[in-house]
């Protein structure tokens, strides 16, 4: 007889648990970020009229995005990097409409302050811990683990999709380039 | 079993009180209005036979007006500069055919203030459109031309365009009476939104004609569909002057399907969880059928020996 | 002094028993809290307004997460963000609206059980006190709520019911103004009872349902017949194995085990109105959005409301409020009103069988007219009611006087 209690009241338990399961699957999806959030996730920037090595901020989901037009006589001096010669031949830079340009998300991948440029060097430095970026966006300096992250993109003629893949995006994520 | 006994009078008095408060209470405080199933049977029947040929050369004369898409006649002015001389801006005429009732549409273009019962606003001002058929003939002319331009498949929402879209927004679909809201964002600068403004700009003036023409702005029509019955919409849009006497709204002359597209996308705006409320119903209340099944089994075990 | 066995394994039984006396917590919260065996299923009403109280407070935290407190972003940010955008915000709106209104039914079944049966003398006054409280509380906290959507049915009721402190003749605009935070209602008043709503009320309403729980312990539930038990002979009995001749079972599996059943039972009712019958709890006119330059052709407050309504409706200004605080606070005065030394279901108390079932009657057709319009032959009965329900308090004291004690009671 208590046997039989024992295993009612334990089905019951066990069947309550399943509701509850239930129950948190509802407040999981509440949590989602909300279809107007991704509906607005994209953001197209003209690029027809930048000038060289000046920074351009625009916005994309609510982070800041950095464009710079790179410099057709850059020389390899310009652009120091420990591995390469010329950050302005890396892999990372995109080409918009004939011309290359650097296009990533402004924020420091060691715990996200926006790094500052200085044109004259050439190169990005974070204020809050010291990590720097060259003007690929690769790390010069640590903290920052790993290179500024350049976001899913599109290139349209001269101007360009953020927020939208494409073959260009997906290759250069095959390489491993992107962050 | 005495419980049981117990259970009925709390139910008893539960549904006296439900039924006083709810059924019971609004059949007093709503007007019941008959639904006449869009029959519109005011109107004479037509019994001309149209031509569309024919009425394709009279609608030549609709075109200074409105825009046919439909046979790629542009709209002569833009939907402001429109309102400001019409005091709404007149309809593309394309879905006139596919919408709306044959005959009504034929008395329409006879004698546009009385079938649309909106002759009370009209007493001293003209009404924007002039009749445009002189009798039965070129009324049904012009019904055969439309019907024959209008597409086959028309979708809810650009019933709801044509037939209320010019007068109700509907914002929470992004619908404003002068055309979908533009997609754009704030310089990051300025934080202004320049693109927005000037949109506003121009549907505020859009408005203000409205307001003039109408007497008041219509209400947004995003949630509509929660907040007045089904009986009494359809009651309402089939004639209006039966649930709201006085009211500027005109009698659109919309037919069954007409109708139920527009229904279609006031529930699909206003109501966007039926379907989601439709599936995940069952599940939830067949879940606490096993529940008071195994909760039962529980109770039984414990009381057993008891009594 | 405490003993603390330093061999005992952290968080085992001996170790958790040591600090936090589990055992007797259990003891005294389940496995021996004494209930009696002789109830019907409205003894198990408490257990269910305390799991739609839990439905509300859940439901409720995932709607805060969305809602916008501002006068011109609250109803887009109910009706647009979370009816439409939120993934099953729809299903968190139609739980807490439904239960909202459900609550009150039950609350009520709760009362009027009460009163049936005498549960709020010879030691339960507490008991009925504060209950009493808890119902108030409840109300304001139904009210405040009703505010948020800010649609044309929570102005309009904010409007009115703000406008009842002006307290008639004596016209306190000033304390209107002040409730209000402004000369109508507008983004002060939303703001404060959103406050009131999310965080100072559900407050109030925890302490007073522990209060609640606490008032009953020494008192003990009522039972059918209300009968005066003797709880620890008969709990010595079932401690003894005597199962069925004990006449009281343990809270904790016994009693809780019909409650869940009850429950149970509940649920299937309450989710069929969240999914397919919900219009009741979420009146139309309240997907208008607030317009304070029109009122809607008919207002009326919540149906649990309407009884109370009423009471103030048939009468002119001053006499109306009167009545309608008379109504407000009159069932505080239940346990001393009745002057009859009988607890016993009320079907075998005599005249007060009577008041008892003119009272529920009374109060059904005070709702019902509350709500339609006060014309005509409604006026007419609504005032007749409102009538009938004064004069039944009035008359308690006196009809329960003259009740003839019934054998075997003091």
């Avoid at chain 3, 649990?304 to 006499?319: A, G, T």
Wanted: with cysteine.
């Amino acid at each position: 007889m208590s046997d039989r209690r024992d295993f009612f009241g334990k089905a019951l338990g066990a069947f309550a648990g399943l509701g509850a399961l239930g129950a948190l699957y509802a407040a999981k999806r509440t949590w989602d970020p909300l279809p107007s959030v991704k509906a607005a996730g994209f953001t197209t920037i003209d690029l027809s009229q930048a000038k060289e090595n000046v920074l351009y901020t625009e916005m994309w989901r609510g982070k800041p995005i950095f464009v710079i037009k790179v410099p057709k006589d850059a020389v390899p001096s310009d652009a120091p990097n420990g591995r390469k010669e010329n950050a302005y031949d890396d892999k990372r830079l995109i080409t918009v409409g004939g011309d290359k340009f650097f296009i990533a998300i402004g924020l420091c991948t060691h715990l996200g302050c926006i790094p500052a440029y200085y044109s004259d060097q050439h190169k990005f430095i974070c204020a809050c811990h010291g990590g720097q970026f060259n003007a690929a966006g690769e790390v010069l300096k640590a903290p920052p683990p790993s290179p500024l992250v350049i976001p899913p993109f599109k290139v349209e003629g001269k101007k360009v999709v953020l927020g939208e893949s494409s073959p260009e995006y997906e290759k250069m994520k095959k390489a491993g380039l992107v962050a | 079993m005495k419980e049981l006994k117990i259970l009925a009078v709390v139910v008893f008095f539960t549904l006296v009180t439900y039924w006083g408060v709810e059924p019971y209470a609004h059949s007093v405080m709503h007007k019941h209005v008959e639904f006449k199933n869009f029959k519109y049977e005011d109107l004479k029947p037509i019994t001309a036979k149209g031509d569309p040929a024919k009425g394709q050369a009279l609608a030549a004369a609709c075109a200074g007006c409105h825009s046919i898409k439909a046979a790629k006649m542009p709209a002569p002015m833009d939907p402001v500069t429109a309102s400001a001389t019409y005091g709404v801006n007149p309809p593309d005429l394309s879905l006139a055919g596919k919408l709306l009732d044959e005959k009504y549409l034929a008395h329409f273009l006879k004698d546009p203030t009385h079938t649309a019962l909106v002759a009370h606003k009209f007493k001293n001002r003209p009404y924007p459109m002039p009749p445009m058929a002189t009798d039965d003939q070129s009324a049904a002319d012009l019904v055969a031309y439309f019907k024959s331009i209008a597409p086959k498949e028309v979708t809810p929402k650009e019933a709801y365009e044509f037939a209320c879209g010019r007068c109700h927004e509907m914002r929470y679909a992004k619908w404003t009476q002068i055309g979908e809201e533009p997609k754009t964002k704030p310089n990051i600068q300025t934080k202004m939104d320049e693109e927005k403004l000037k949109f506003q700009e121009k549907l505020a003036q859009y408005k203000d004609h409205l307001v003039k023409y109408m007497g008041k702005l219509p209400p947004d029509l995003s949630i509509i569909v929660r907040a007045r019955s089904e009986d009494f919409l359809k009651t309402f849009v089939e004639d209006p002057q039966s649930q709201l006497p006085g009211t500027a709204m005109p009698r659109v002359g919309l037919n069954k399907e007409g109708y139920e597209l527009v229904f279609k996308r006031l529930e699909e705006v206003g109501d966007p969880s039926k379907p989601k409320r439709e599936a995940v119903g069952p599940w939830v209340i067949g879940y606490f059928i096993i529940f008071t099944f195994l909760a039962y089994l529980w109770y039984k075990s414990n009381w057993k020996g008891l009594k | 002094m405490a003993h603390f066995d330093p061999n005992a394994r952290p968080f085992s039984h001996q170790w958790l028993n040591e600090r936090l006396a589990i055992d007797t917590l259990k003891r005294v919260l389940s496995t021996e809290y004494w209930i009696p065996k002789n109830i019907n299923f409205l003894w198990a009403m408490g257990m269910v307004l305390a799991a739609t109280f839990g439905v509300l407070l859940i439901s409720g935290i995932f709607l805060l997460m969305y809602y916008i407190p501002d006068t011109k972003l609250a109803f887009d940010s109910v009706n647009h963000t979370i009816m439409g955008e939120v993934g099953y915000g729809w299903l968190w709106r139609h739980m807490h609206g439904v239960a909202a209104s459900v609550v009150f039914l039950i609350i009520y079944i709760h009362m009027f059980t009460g009163i049936y049966y005498g549960s709020y003398k010879r030691g339960r006054e507490l008991i009925w006190l504060s209950g009493m409280l808890l119902f108030v509380t409840f109300s304001a906290e139904a009210f405040s709520g009703y505010m948020l959507p800010w649609g044309q049915m929570s102005y309009w009721a904010g409007m009115v019911i703000t406008n009842l402190f002006s307290l008639g003749s004596l016209d306190f605009q000033g304390l209107v103004e002040w409730i209000r935070g402004d000369y109508v209602p507008g983004q002060a008043f939303l703001g404060r009872f959103f406050m009131l709503h999310v965080v100072l009320l559900p407050l109030v309403i925890m302490a007073l349902i522990v209060l609640h729980f606490g008032t009953l312990r020494i008192p003990h539930v009522n039972n059918q017949d209300g009968e005066e038990i003797d709880f620890e002979a008969e709990a010595a009995k079932w401690k003894a194995g005597k199962r069925k001749e004990s006449k009281v079972i343990p809270f904790n599996p016994v009693f809780m085990s019909k409650d869940v059943f009850v429950l149970g039972i509940y649920f299937i009712f309450y989710f069929y109105l969240v999914f397919y019958h919900f219009e009741f709890a979420m009146d139309p006119v309240n997907f208008d959005p607030a317009d304070p330059l029109k009122t809607p052709p008919h207002i009326y407050p919540e149906w649990y409301f309407l009884w109370s309504y009423e009471i103030l409706r048939p009468f002119p200004k001053d006499p109306g409020l009167i009545a309608f605080g008379f109504a407000q606070v009159i069932f505080f005065f239940l346990p001393f009103l009745d002057r009859s030394p009988n607890v016993a279901p009320a079907n075998r108390r005599g005249i007060f069988k009577y008041w008892f079932w003119i009272l529920l009657v009374d109060m059904i057709v005070l709702t019902v007219m509350g709500k339609v319009p006060p014309i005509g032959i409604y006026t007419t009965i609504g005032t007749v009611a409102a009538w009938v329900f004064i004069l039944l308090w009035v008359a308690l004291p006196f009809i329960t006087k003259m009740e003839k004690p019934i054998r075997g009671q003091k």
